[in-house]
């Protein structure tokens, strides 16, 4: 894909973990139709997503004591 732009990384919206490429395929993965140029560095949106999937949600993952990302990566693929 390149670079993103000056400032940019791209944000895959399925992320590019080995299951993801099992699943999906590379193609799929790493395609314009899912990634997003977003602002990169400590304060900017691609942080906070970062964050968000690398916190503890209970509202969002039940009981168990699981980062979003943890979660998101056991449900199926109509799921995903």
């Not at 940019?8 to 990634?35: D, K, R, Y």
């Not at 990169?40 to 039940?62: R, V």
């Not at 980062?67 to 449900?75: A, C, L, N, S």
């Amino acid at each position: 894909m390149g670079k993103a732009g000056p400032g940019l990384a791209w944000h895959h919206l399925v992320a590019q973990t080995t299951s993801n490429l099992q699943i999906f395929g590379a193609e799929a993965i790493h395609n314009t139709g899912n990634l997003l140029p977003l602002e990169y560095g400590s304060g900017s949106i691609h942080q906070e997503i970062t964050n968000f999937y690398n916190s503890i949600q209970p509202e969002l993952t039940g009981s168990e004591r699981i980062t979003v990302r943890e979660w998101i990566g056991r449900q199926s693929v109509g799921e995903k």
